[in-house]
């Protein structure tokens, strides 16, 4: 069993940052990817970003490509994500995920079976 924790949302105005930090712990050491979903009221979770352990390969959202940045520091068992020149449009809870397994192109929810309580990040104008 995974567990992780979100840290790091709150509310920025539109063109701001953030960064979001997930804690892993437990079973860490079968986990293949880690990944940041996103969910807004009434709409479906979705992929924003995702990163391979062993070699860093990293998937993003054509939504938040040059925006975001997913990285991980394996020695603390942490994963990021810098959230640059945000929108208001990035409004959502953004939750932390992990799997042992493949993923699909694109990642999907289903694929992870680890996930944290989720952070919200709200944008303003």
């Known amino acids: 069993q995974v567990r992780l924790v979100e840290s790091g949302g709150g509310s920025v105005q539109a063109g701001g940052s953030l960064r979001l930090s997930c804690a892993a712990s437990?079973?860490?050491?079968?986990?293949?990817?880690m990944g940041w979903f996103r969910q807004a009221p009434g709409q479906a979770r979705e992929a924003v970003a995702t990163i391979e352990i062993s070699h860093g390969g990293a998937y993003y959202a054509d939504s938040v490509k040059g925006r975001f940045t997913v990285s991980l520091n394996n020695a603390k068992n942490m994963v990021y994500l810098q959230l640059n020149s945000l929108k208001l449009e990035d409004t959502a809870m953004y939750y932390c995920?992990?799997?042992?397994?493949?993923?699909?192109?694109?990642?999907?929810?289903?694929?992870?079976?680890?996930w944290g309580q989720g952070t919200q990040v709200t944008v303003s104008s």
């Open positions: 437990g079973d860490t050491d079968s986990v293949r990817y």
């Open positions: 995920a992990s799997t042992r397994g493949i993923l699909g192109y694109p990642p999907m929810s289903q694929d992870f079976s680890s």
